[in-house]
């Protein structure tokens, strides 16, 4: 908080915190969050509209926001607008920008929204959290972006950043969650090591953490896993209706891709192991009409690797040989080997309750691995540095370079993602 602040003022606030968090807990375990009379789970951005939007009345809001922030078919900026006592006064976007077009690590400058003529500003540009100068005169900051559920997605550490800033800035910060489009229940990968933190991975978490982001939100601040947030009063608006087992299908809600390369909840579903082939020579199916679905090379032998995958009897999955060529698209401009065939397979996920994404990366990567002639093995993870950001550790390449078997290599991460889990249990909602 600014030194103007008593420490009276940092106690109290302290003392809410945790006494809010105590309420909302007892609440969504006594059922008061469960009824859902659409037929479909409400998201933090519906429950807060019921309300009136309760929280802003009377303050100068400041959004983090993207085209996925809709409540039904209305953007939430807009509804915000048409609120007399909600004055919106500064709009911040993430990565892919606020319309969610820009491809990935594209740079996003600020601006002036088109409709509102709001201020936009960059929180994938020149900084990756707002500045004081961005937040004077706000009141509140508010999130509200769909994220996928992996830790490499970079709209979570968006909401790390954001988070020190409105603390620093001694303003609320509200989370309007959203369900985690994988579920709560799955837990996979390892978990990131200090030295790998980046802004693809800002905290010790698993590659698939099992989280909603309000969930997570809660986690950053009381696992102090960013600085500064001890006084910081975080409210999240939870989710009606939304159970751990759930995945986005089950939710009722309409899928809108968060970032262009996750056109489908299946690519969402697969991405956090195929991911993996960004740091590889070779295409993660960027530049074709299934991102993150297929993956290749320009020397593999397609029908083999199926024949291999297929074999090991992956849950959830089945592998067919494909052939594909990159080509500059929206979203994608200039993907890696654009115009070259490209040899592998293509995922076509069969059980979506049983698939392991993360399991089935490690598969991929180990049969591309042993499929590369061995002069060539090691050229083949072409960005060691990238997958060891991704996968949150240098073990992965080292345990693949040792000849380590898929198995021995899901199998060294299972005691560390159990003890993640038990860290996790204080912060859950549902």
């Not at 200090?194 to 986690?219: K, N, W």
Request: glycine fraction near 10%.
């Amino acid at each position: 908080m600014p030194a103007s602040k008593s420490t009276f003022s940092s106690r109290r606030s302290s003392w809410w915190i945790a006494a809010n968090g105590l309420l909302l807990s007892l609440l969504v375990l006594a059922g008061c969050f469960t009824s859902v009379p659409s037929g479909r789970v409400r998201t933090g951005a519906d429950v807060l509209a019921a309300r009136h939007f309760d929280l802003l009345q009377g303050k100068r809001v400041g959004l983090i926001v993207n085209h996925t922030a809709r409540l039904d078919t209305m953007h939430l900026i807009d509804r915000l607008m048409a609120e007399p006592e909600v004055h919106l006064v500064a709009l911040f976007a993430p990565e892919h920008g606020l319309r969610g077009t820009a491809a990935a690590g594209e740079e996003i400058r600020d601006g002036r929204d088109v409709r509102t003529g709001l201020p936009v500003y960059s929180l994938y540009g020149a900084t990756r959290k707002p500045t004081p100068e961005m937040l004077a005169g706000l009141d509140v900051l508010v999130f509200d972006l769909q994220d996928v559920g992996a830790r490499c997605y970079t709209y979570i550490s968006t909401l790390g950043l954001a988070m020190q800033a409105a603390a620093e800035a001694g303003i609320p910060f509200i989370v309007l969650d959203r369900p985690n489009p994988l579920g709560g229940e799955l837990l996979s990968g390892f978990v990131l090591e200090p030295e790998q933190a980046s802004f693809v991975g800002l905290y010790p978490i698993p590659l698939v953490y099992g989280m909603t982001i309000g969930e997570l939100a809660r986690m950053i601040q009381g696992e102090r896993l960013l600085p500064g947030l001890e006084h910081l009063e975080l409210i999240v608006v939870p989710l009606e209706g939304w159970r751990r087992s759930m995945q986005w299908p089950d939710t009722g809600l309409p899928w809108r891709p968060p970032s262009p390369n996750l056109p489908t909840f299946e690519a969402a579903l697969a991405y956090p192991g195929t991911v993996f082939f960004e740091a590889v020579d070779g295409s993660e199916g960027r530049g074709t009409d299934a991102p993150f679905l297929q993956v290749g090379t320009p020397w593999a032998n397609a029908q083999a690797l199926a024949d291999t995958l297929n074999a090991r009897g992956l849950p959830g999955v089945h592998f067919e040989p494909v052939t594909f060529t990159p080509q500059s698209r929206p979203g994608a401009p200039h993907p890696r080997y654009e115009g070259r065939p490209l040899h592998g397979v293509r995922l076509h996920i069969t059980d979506r309750r049983t698939f392991r994404p993360v399991v089935t990366g490690i598969h991929l990567l180990h049969a591309f691995y042993h499929q590369a002639p061995p002069s060539f093995r090691n050229a083949f993870i072409q960005r060691p540095d990238w997958l060891a950001r991704l996968a949150g550790t240098e073990r992965l390449y080292e345990l693949l370079r040792n000849g380590a078997t898929p198995e021995t290599i899901v199998a060294s991460w299972e005691k560390e993602v159990e003890a993640f889990r038990q860290r996790r249990r204080p912060y859950l909602l549902y």
